[in-house]
């Protein structure tokens, strides 16, 4: 148990959740039957009010700090970091999703070649190429879901400009997270509507939803997915 614990520390501080410490962790684990990320991340007021020590105010500070990793966004690196795949630490989750991408990482691993991929990069030896391959398998369906439930945004490719911002919604064919990898270098993800959102992508070019309500107002240009990435070519 006490395993367990140190891992979903190091989980949720690895993807940005800093005030839970061990023992709240402890107390989640026996009370509350939280056996990983997925599970602190769906955690309720009311759940927490469970807790030892927890009033209304502990509660909502605790879920507050939960919630602040999906308004604030992760990076890719920061899933795959949170997962604790032996030999794969902050550094190494980094490089991987530098070079690859997260959803592509997690194709590349699917693959029969996907060792000799990796051994491809300095540093990663036949062993880490190995245990990273199985890691990643063996832990597909929960980056999955970890990829799908939380908010990401990504590096920017080139700190000397800005890139151009793109906000997403509606229900697209795909999980938004496919959109995200196709945008991923030529845009920067937010979630919001302002003045500063150069485009807003839209599921339906006839939606009236309060994003595409604000963007109108705004004057932001507004495009259907398939018009954004036909002008990348993908």
């Not at 592509?104 to 990069?121: S, T, V």
């Not at 999980?175 to 030529?186: A, F, V």
């Not at 992508?201 to 309060?210: E, H, Q, R, T, Y």
Request: glycine share 6%.
């Amino acid at each position: 148990k006490g395993k367990k614990v140190n891992k979903l520390y190091d989980a949720i501080t690895r993807i940005g959740i800093d005030r839970i410490g061990k023992p709240t962790i402890k107390n989640m684990v026996d009370i509350l039957e939280v056996n990983n990320l997925i599970d602190i991340l769906q955690l309720t007021k009311e759940s927490l009010l469970r807790l030892p020590k927890f009033g209304d105010k502990k509660a909502s500070n605790t879920l507050n700090e939960i919630h602040k990793v999906n308004n604030d966004g992760v990076y890719e690196w920061q899933v795959l970091a949170a997962i604790n795949i032996p030999g794969i630490g902050r550094t190494l989750s980094k490089t991987l999703c530098k070079e690859f991408g997260l959803n592509a990482l997690m194709d590349l691993c699917l693959r029969p070649n996907g060792k000799n991929k990796l051994m491809a990069l300095e540093g990663i030896e036949e062993k880490r190429a190995t245990d990273i391959v199985n890691g990643v398998k063996e832990n597909i369906h929960y980056l999955s879901c970890l990829r799908d439930i939380l908010y990401l945004k990504f590096d920017r490719v080139d700190e000397e400009f800005d890139l151009p911002t793109v906000c997403l919604t509606g229900k697209f064919p795909e999980q938004k997270s496919y959109y995200y990898e196709k945008l991923k270098g030529r845009y920067e993800i937010v979630k919001s509507v302002t003045k500063s959102l150069d485009i807003l992508v839209v599921a339906d070019p006839l939606s009236k939803s309060s994003k595409c309500r604000k963007a109108k107002k705004l004057g932001i240009k507004i495009e259907s997915v398939e018009e954004i990435l036909t002008s990348m070519n993908v």
